[in-house]
């Protein structure tokens, strides 16, 4: 099992005090690249144990290098394709092993999908990664959250959410594919899951929130330009914020004390904000925990 060390850093990119996160493990899953590379970076310097998720060996060989480079800080790799549940529930197992408890979870990773395609499990894509991947993720590590104590949740969502809803007679869009509305409906879930977790655990001294990151010039969208929306997608990033900036709602929500025992609610620019009606309705929340837990008990 891990030992956390004894070293202090103070300083770094965030607007609000910097945080100590010495003896903390958190967990960034897309923090390869992005706002979950910076994000990463950031605990690590606050001196949390940081594990960061990805695809690729190479790319999390390189992604620890760089986050070392710049903190000093060793950071631990788990590789997983979080688009196959079976991925998503062995790095909740391994992760099982190799901590007794977790103290704050980055649910980072996510895409937007052009083209409708399904996964190894045969669920749709956007839906598989965007949604159950964080869902199958927290719930399976949940009890190494609540032995955290105070564990923070933090979901990465989108103001995209605010033209989803959710089509609970087609939710893995079979009959007409819509890129924006998987990509919505799917945004919109992590706000109602984030929201339904905090209603679960509140008590616990757990939380768990959701927030909107800004329109980020990342990866995000890559391998779409080919399509209109894509290429309007790679036009507008130039007024985009950089992924540095990107990461501040995360790295806030992850370490501020200032949102300490704050649960269920979304947050953009470091502020509590106000979702979209849909974003708020507990019923749904409900409903989408059943739904989700019925599409991945197999
Ligand atoms: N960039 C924006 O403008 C923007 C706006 C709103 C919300 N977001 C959200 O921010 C989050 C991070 O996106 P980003 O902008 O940093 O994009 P990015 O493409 O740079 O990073 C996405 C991360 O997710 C990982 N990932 C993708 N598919 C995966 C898979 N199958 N298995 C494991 N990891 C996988 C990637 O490797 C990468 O590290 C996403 O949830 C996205 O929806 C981004």
Excluded at 13 to 35: E, P
Excluded at 274 to 292: F, I
Aim: proline content about 2%.
């Amino acid at each position: 099992m891990f030992q956390p060390s004894g070293r202090r850093i103070l300083f770094g990119m965030t607007s609000f005090a910097r945080s100590d996160l010495n003896g903390k493990i958190a967990l960034v899953t897309g923090g390869t690249n992005g706002i979950g590379l910076v994000a990463a970076r950031e605990l690590a310097r606050m001196d949390a144990h940081v594990v960061i998720v990805g695809r690729s060996e190479a790319k999390l060989g390189d992604s620890a290098r760089v986050i070392k480079a710049e903190t000093g800080r060793d950071v631990e790799t788990m590789k997983a394709d979080l688009e196959i549940l079976s991925e998503v529930r062995l790095l909740a197992d391994t992760f099982s092993t190799r901590f007794d408890r977790l103290d704050v979870l980055l649910n980072n990773a996510g895409a937007f999908f052009q083209r409708r395609a399904e996964t190894r499990d045969g669920i749709e894509r956007t839906w598989a990664l965007n949604h159950l991947a964080p869902f199958v993720l927290t719930t399976r590590l949940l009890p190494l959250l609540e032995r955290a104590g105070d564990a923070r949740v933090v979901t990465v969502s989108s103001d995209a959410h605010r033209f989803g809803r959710l089509h609970w007679d087609d939710i893995e869009f079979r009959r007409r594919y819509s890129a924006w509305g998987a990509y919505g409906q799917s945004k919109l879930a992590n706000i109602l899951f984030a929201r339904e977790l905090a209603r679960r655990t509140a008590g616990t001294g757990m939380t768990s929130n959701a927030l909107h990151p800004g329109f980020v010039r990342t990866g995000f969208g890559g391998g779409s330009e080919s399509s209109l929306s894509g290429r309007l997608l790679r036009l507008m990033t130039r007024f985009a914020i950089t992924a540095e900036e990107g990461a501040r709602t995360s790295v806030y929500l992850c370490a501020s004390p200032t949102v300490h025992g704050v649960s269920g609610k979304y947050f953009e620019k470091e502020r509590e904000a106000v979702p979209a009606p849909r974003a708020l309705d507990d019923q749904s929340a409900r409903r989408l925990w059943d739904v989700s837990e019925a599409m991945t008990s197999v």
